[in-house]
C-alpha cells in the first residue's frame, strides 16, 4: 500500500525580533527541526510529546495554517507547502482538525445545526433543505447524538457532547486526513474512553487517516496503529505502538513510558521510575548535536553530545534518533 500522508524534513521556524519597533532579529525558534514521517491510507499515527516540543505546530504546518520553512507536506502526491492560498483553501476541506477544547473551537452564537450544515456546505454547496436537514441529522447519529438537539447551542452540553460536536463538523465536509489535537485531555476518564472508542470506530467505518496528538503515552497506545516521539522539535522514535510500548529505546520513550501507571498496587509500588533531571533546552537556543544529552543518565564525552545523530531502523519498522551520546542504549541493535 502506497504512503498517503508523506512529511519530508519538515522545518517551521519563529524568527524572535527585539527592540522597540522589533526590526532587529536576534534568535529563531526552530519549532518543528527537520520532521519526515508518513503515513498510509486508514491507519492512526499518534505522536506524543510533552509541553513546547512542537507537536501542535507540526500539526498546524500539516494544515497550511502556518507556513512550513522548509520542507514537504505531500497528500496523495500532492505537496501541499507548494499551493497557493486559494488552492490550499480549496484543499483544506480534505484536511480537518479536532481541537482540545471543543467549547472554545465552537461558535457560541451558533447552533449545533448551523454549525454542522456550514461544515456539509463547504463540499456540497448545492443541497435544497432537506437534503441538508438529512445529512444533519445522519451526522448527529453517527457522532452518538439524538438529532433532536440540533437546535441547540454549544453550551446547553457537556463537555463530552461538545467534543462529539466537534468531531462531526470535522466528518462534515468528508476528509481524507483527520488531525486530533489533543481531544480527550479537557475530559473526565470515562469519558475520554467513550471518545477514544468513538475516533476508533470512524476511522474503521469511514476509511479515514489520523494523527493523534497527546502527551499521554497511554492514550496513545490505545488508538494508536503506531508511535511517533517528539522531543525539542525532531522525532526520536518511531515504531509500532504495541513493540514502541514493550520496548522504548530512547532514554526519553522509556522515561515517558515509565510515567505511565499500572492498574496493580504492588506492581506500581515496587516497578522502577525514571525521572529526568534538567528541563528540556530551550527552542531558541538548542544545543548543538543532541539535545537531550544533557538529561540523559549515560556517561559520555561533551564532544560526542555535539555530534549529530542519525535516525536509524534498529528492529524492522522501530526507528530511533541514534547519538553518540546515546548510543549505549542501542548497542544490541547496531
Request: proline share 6%; net charge positive; with cysteine.
Amino acid at each position: 500500500m502506497e504512503d498517503y500522508l508523506v512529511i519530508e524534513d519538515l522545518k517551521t521556524y519563529f524568527p524572535v525580533y527585539k527592540g522597540m519597533i522589533r526590526k532587529k532579529q536576534v534568535a529563531t525558534v526552530k519549532a518543528v527541526d527537520g520532521v519526515s514521517l508518513s503515513l498510509k491510507k486508514g491507519e492512526i499515527l499518534g505522536l506524543v510529546g510533552e509541553s513546547g516540543c512542537g507537536k501542535t505546530t507540526l500539526s498546524r504546518t500539516i494544515m497550511q495554517l502556518q507556513p512550513a520553512t522548509a520542507g514537504k507536506v505531500l497528500l496523495e502526491g500532492k505537496n501541499l507547502c507548494a499551493l497557493s492560498e486559494k488552492k490550499m483553501k480549496a484543499e483544506r476541506i480534505n484536511v480537518q482538525m479536532i481541537f482540545q477544547d471543543p467549547y472554545a473551537s465552537l461558535n457560541p452564537r451558533m447552533t449545533v445545526y448551523s454549525t454542522l450544515s456550514e461544515a456539509i456546505s463547504t463540499r456540497h454547496k448545492n443541497l435544497n433543505k432537506k437534503e441538508m436537514l438529512s445529512r444533519v441529522t445522519e451526522l448527529m447519529k453517527t457522532i452518538g447524538l439524538n438529532p433532536a438537539q440540533m437546535k441547540k447551542y454549544p453550551h446547553e452540553f457537556s463537555g463530552g457532547q461538545r467534543q462529539r460536536i466537534a468531531i462531526a463538523r470535522a466528518l462534515a465536509p468528508e476528509p481524507k486526513l483527520i488531525i486530533a489535537d489533543e481531544p480527550v485531555s479537557a475530559l473526565d476518564v470515562s469519558i475520554q474512553s467513550q471518545i477514544l472508542n468513538l475516533l476508533l470506530k470512524l476511522v474503521r467505518e469511514m476509511s479515514l487517516t489520523m494523527i493523534f496528538i497527546s502527551h499521554d503515552l497511554s492514550v496513545v497506545k490505545y488508538i494508536s496503529d503506531r508511535i511517533a516521539v517528539m522531543y525539542l522539535g525532531k522525532i526520536v522514535e518511531l515504531g509500532d505502538a504495541e513493540l514502541l510500548m514493550e520496548n522504548p529505546l530512547h532514554y526519553y520513550t522509556k522515561a515517558l513510558n515509565s510515567a505511565v501507571p499500572v492498574p496493580d498496587p504492588d506492581v506500581e509500588k515496587t516497578r522502577k521510575r525514571i525521572v529526568l533531571q534538567g528541563d528540556p533546552p530551550s527552542p531558541i537556543n538548542p544545543p548543538k548535536g543532541c539535545a537531550f544529552a544533557h538529561r540523559s543518565p549515560l556517561e559520555h564525552s561533551l564532544e560526542d553530545a555535539e555530534k549529530e545523530g542519525v535516525f536509524k531502523e534498529v528492529v524492522s519498522g522501530h526507528w530511533v534518533e541514534v547519538h553518540p551520546a546515546t548510543v549505549d542504549d542501542y548497542k544490541q541493535y547496531l
